[in-house]
């Protein structure tokens, strides 16, 4: 199986901030990386798919990057709404995993 | 508006059968547009893949899970269901269904998940 790694596991931050969240890929996985954010008690949210591809409705402050073996979610300015659990997921072949998640808090 | 809601038991005794059926609202689950998914996760973790099924019967299997794993779909009720046997405490989780688009891409909606505990 596909190790996804994620860092930090926890990241502090303000409103406003730029935040970088990073995942990595134990193998290559090309570019078939997804993000989510969950809150507490809900269900996961797609954010990004194919590892920089912006889901309709998603605010553009949310951007990804990368291929191969390295990904980040990038939040440019940090708002209230913000604060959750972000997890990566491969789908580039079977079993599809996820990370472990980064959690972003009030700093 | 699609709309995805796991039903079941919130308790199921290790070594039975845990039992969930996802009723899909809002779109037909025969529309070939999707495969239909269920995913679990364990407090505190990242969520666990454990499969998909189409609606022709097709299915797709998370090999840690495939000996006591069986997804089935009935489309004359727009349900989809997850049959798990010979339960553990490890599989206590919230177990979601979701939706999946066919073609390369990841799981795009879920439902609001349900919590199931084995426990005797």
């Known amino acids: 199986d596909i190790q996804m790694t994620q860092s930090p596991s926890t990241l502090s931050a303000s409103v406003g901030d730029r935040v970088t969240l990073t995942c990595r890929a134990s193998?290559?996985?090309?570019?078939?990386l997804a993000w989510y954010q969950q809150k507490p008690g809900k269900a996961p949210k797609l954010l990004i798919y194919k590892a920089s591809n912006l889901e309709s409705g998603v605010p553009a402050r949310f951007s990804g990057s990368g291929s191969g073996t390295d990904f980040t979610l990038t939040i440019s300015s940090l708002q209230p709404d913000d604060f959750a659990t972000y997890y990566c997921q491969h789908y580039y072949s079977y079993p599809w995993t996820f990370g472990q998640g980064t959690t972003v808090e009030v700093k | 508006q699609v709309q995805l809601q796991e039903s079941g038991p919130g308790l199921v005794k290790p070594s039975q059968t845990l039992s969930l059926t996802c009723t899909v609202s809002g779109g037909s689950i025969i529309s070939g547009s999707y495969y239909w998914s269920w995913v679990r996760q364990h407090p505190g973790k990242g969520p666990e893949w454990i499969g998909h099924?189409?609606?022709?019967?097709?299915?797709y299997q998370n090999p840690s899970l495939k000996s006591r794993l069986t997804i089935t779909v009935d489309t004359s009720k727009n349900q989809f269901s997850l049959k798990l046997t010979s339960v553990t405490a490890a599989d206590t989780a919230v177990y979601y269904c979701?939706?999946?688009?066919?073609?390369?891409?990841?799981?795009?909606?879920w439902g609001q998940g349900t919590l199931v505990t084995v426990s005797s």
């Open positions: 099924i189409y609606y022709s019967g097709i299915t």
């Open positions: 193998q290559t996985i090309s570019n078939w």
């Open positions: 979701a939706r999946l688009p066919v073609g390369a891409y990841p799981i795009d909606f």
